[in-house]
């Protein structure tokens, strides 16, 4: 049979022998025409499971069948075509083997004992060079880093629900999984109870809430995604994101930070050995003691804190965060009631998603009164930058940037997809702000006029639907009602840091 010519382009493809003007031809065709997508899909779906007939069909030379296992099946006919889906006679040959060892009572198909092997582990019983099979896997705590057969690299974080199908096809159950595909193993498919990801040499995420609707987040390259019945499929490329449901499919906000990536782990496992998870779980007993304590939130209570937003995976194996992404999204707080704080310390361990327009709410009081004058907004600005404002506070004449409030120097920014801690330090005696990024000094701003915090009713994430919001997880949050020193706060992120 002659293939079709977009047979023969998505063959090359698969065999890595496309020149660069036809794989424009076939992004070009799978762009603009839904039936070669869906053509594309089975192709690639094909590919994949005759590589499992490959690995898991031994060569007939090389097989002793049983004595009634006609003889005629004991030769392997010669010269097939390198390509896996091509139908050719050494393709249909395997295909009778596996149809009459059947109907003698033989298993037809045995799949590989290995699909992948585990590369890392954090907060996992999972050790280095553990074999991954065609079996499901639940963890409910930690991150493992996976290899495929064919390379491609895969995380999932919990808790998660996940079975290898075939090196190539991967169930999600629920998690959240970043996957990083190189050549060799394009066409990884990723399959959710809401829609699929077809790689096409891609590192791309899936995030399957339990009981919600699987997101695609394409970081770089591009995806093939489609609802389970296959229709309505999509290229997505760098940037772009995917939320489906059962029968259709609407943009997502991208966020790409929301994915541990596999560089990452072996972090993330180092400082687990280190004893650094123990060090901040007694870091935090000290805190709850401290006379001086205002509020210290991490989420680990079975009392749900009041608002609108998702319980994940905290930086901790186990540990929880609120993890918030759209506008409206918040967690409710009342903090420090009607009493003036002269000093506070705000601190906090966050992992952002995004950075830029709009604001980035850290907390905020839930009004901006001129008859509260001290009210208190913490943020990350739209140039990545800190900033702590208090209601009616001044800038010293010496220390007037163009925003008209106290800001950081150093930006967020190299830290966006990784925990980090922020932390502002606000003294109305000595009429200062000081920031510290990850334990470290960054700087202080003056004030010409200074009044007493005020706290209250207040919000983590959105304050107005105009131009604050957080998107991100908030592992911790700190409040003091003193002015922590330089000392107290890198002794505070040392204890926290989940990294090694």
């Known amino acids: 049979m002659t293939p079709t010519p977009l047979h023969q382009l998505v063959q090359n493809y698969l065999e890595g022998l496309s020149s660069p003007e036809e794989l424009a031809q076939l992004n070009e065709r799978l762009r603009t ?240 050995q280190a004893g650094q998870q123990v060090r901040s779980v007694s870091e935090i007993e000290k805190l709850r003691d401290d006379p001086d304590l205002i509020s210290l939130i991490d989420f680990e209570s079975d009392v749900r804190l009041p608002g609108n937003y998702r319980t994940v995976q905290g930086r901790w194996p186990g540990s929880k965060a609120a993890e918030l992404v759209n506008i409206g999204e918040h967690v409710k707080l009342n903090v420090g009631g009607e009493h003036p704080w002269p000093q506070l310390t705000l601190a906090a361990c966050v992992r952002l998603d995004h950075l830029g327009e709009p604001y980035q709410s850290l907390l905020h009081t839930d009004g901006w009164d001129k008859s509260r004058k001290g009210q208190v907004h913490w943020m990350v600005t739209k140039q990545s930058t800190m900033r702590l404002a208090l209601r009616d506070n001044k800038l010293a004449p010496t220390d007037q940037p163009n925003s008209g409030f106290p800001d950081s120097q150093i930006a967020v920014l190299p830290e966006q997809g990784r925990w980090v801690h922020l932390a502002a330090v606000y003294d109305a005696d000595k009429q200062t702000v000081r920031f510290y990024f990850n334990g470290q000094f960054d700087n202080e701003v003056a004030l010409s006029q200074a009044y007493p915090g005020l706290l209250g009713s207040a919000q983590i994430g959105n304050w107005n639907e105009i131009d604050r919001k957080l998107s991100g997880r908030v592992d911790e949050l700190l409040i003091m009602g003193r002015a922590m020193s330089d000392k107290e706060m890198q002794a505070l992120y040392d204890a926290g840091n989940p990294y090694h």
């Open 33 to 272: 025409d839904a039936a070669a997508r869906r053509e594309f899909l089975e192709i690639v779906n094909l590919d994949s499971a005759l590589a499992e007939v490959t690995v898991a069909v031994p060569s007939l030379e090389e097989t002793n069948f049983a004595a009634d296992t006609p003889e005629t099946l004991a030769t392997e006919p010669s010269g097939r075509s390198s390509s896996r889906w091509s139908v050719t006679l050494g393709v249909a040959a395997s295909l009778a083997i596996c149809l009459l060892l059947g109907a003698f009572g033989y298993y037809a198909y045995l799949p590989p004992a290995q699909l992948a092997i585990v590369e890392n582990a954090a907060g996992l019983d999972f050790v280095a060079g553990a074999k991954v099979g065609r079996r499901t896997y639940e963890i409910t705590a930690g991150t493992l880093e996976l290899v495929t057969n064919r390379g491609a690299r895969v995380v999932i974080e919990a808790p998660a629900r996940f079975t290898f199908q075939s090196e190539q096809l991967l169930q999600l159950d629920y998690g959240r999984l970043a996957a990083d595909v190189p050549p060799a193993a394009k066409g990884f498919t990723v399959i959710t109870p809401s829609g699929k990801a077809v790689d096409l040499g891609t590192k791309f995420g899936v995030d399957m809430p339990q009981g919600g609707n699987a997101e695609v987040h394409v970081f770089q390259g591009e995806v093939i995604a489609s609802t389970t019945t296959g229709d309505d499929a999509r290229n997505l490329k760098d940037g772009e994101a995917l939320r489906f449901a059962a029968k259709d499919q609407s943009p997502a906000n991208f966020r790409s930070a929301a994915f541990i990536q596999p560089g990452e782990v072996v972090q993330l496992h180092a400082a687990l």
